[in-house]
């Protein structure tokens, strides 16, 4: 069993959907994190969460919405996307944000395709 | 602006022969530096960590730091075909936050 597990791990979607991405973590950890990876870029810190109180919010568009109901949890619901939002989406989890932060433990992703 | 910078790549090396990846920071307040391998298709797994200025050896890799040059680098020993992946170099300052490069490719050739 893997630690993070993320659903759906693709998701095609037009530009009026609304859907929502999954992550689950089985390692007792209590930091949760969103980053985006698009092609030939450094991967970008979206939501970052600590007992599940948000912490970071990196100037993400509202279009992209994150929700963390328990330190296992970790939705991004996502609505009226752009052709441009097209990526992986990788969640991670660390022990927390003092100790162990730089260590992430990450999801397999879900591919997003934004049509 | 926290930048981590990387050769894109592709680095080419035989198999059993020793690979080299550098990586330059532009945060002097960087402290915590790590390297993480992705294969294609996968996610990227932390196989390195290094706090401190000097070599750290874990099996075939060794991580060298020299906080003055503000350079991490990575070497991999007797480098292996399963050893083909993107390498991320990723630095942490005093918060939490890790500022990630955007990788080299390695191909080993058997």
């Known amino acids: 069993e893997t630690g993070v597990t993320q659903t759906p791990r693709h998701l095609v979607m037009g530009m009026t959907n609304k859907k929502s991405l999954k992550c689950e973590q089985h390692?007792?950890?209590?930091?949760m994190y969103w980053y985006k990876q698009s092609a030939k870029k450094p991967l970008e810190l979206m939501f970052v969460?600590?007992?599940?109180?948000?912490?970071e919010n990196n100037s993400v568009p509202s279009r992209f919405s994150p929700e963390c109901p328990n330190s296992s949890h970790l939705f991004l619901h996502l609505h009226t996307l752009q052709p441009e939002d097209s990526a992986l989406y990788l969640c991670?989890?660390?022990?927390?944000?003092?100790?162990?932060?730089?260590?992430?433990?990450f999801g397999e992703g879900s591919r997003l395709t934004v049509l | 602006q926290k930048e981590v910078e990387q050769n894109s790549g592709p680095l080419s090396v035989p198999e059993g022969a020793i690979a080299s990846l550098n990586c330059t920071y532009s945060?002097?307040?960087?402290?915590?530096f790590f390297w993480y391998r992705q294969y294609s298709g996968k996610s990227p797994e932390l196989i390195m960590s290094?706090?401190?200025?000097g070599d750290k050896e874990d099996g075939r890799f060794t991580a060298q730091l020299n906080k003055a040059s503000q350079y991490v680098s990575l070497l991999i020993r007797d480098s292996q075909p399963s050893d083909s992946a993107t390498y991320l170099c990723?630095?942490?300052?005093?918060?939490?936050?890790?500022?990630f490069g955007a990788g080299t490719t390695v191909t080993v050739r058997a």
């Open positions: 969460y600590s007992l599940e109180e948000r912490v």
């Open positions: 945060d002097r307040g960087s402290q915590s």
């Open positions: 290094i706090y401190s200025n």
């Open positions: 991670a989890s660390s022990q927390g944000l003092a100790s162990g932060a730089g260590e992430l433990f």
């Open positions: 990723a630095a942490r300052g005093n918060d939490y936050k890790l500022s």
């Open positions: 390692l007792g950890h209590n930091a």
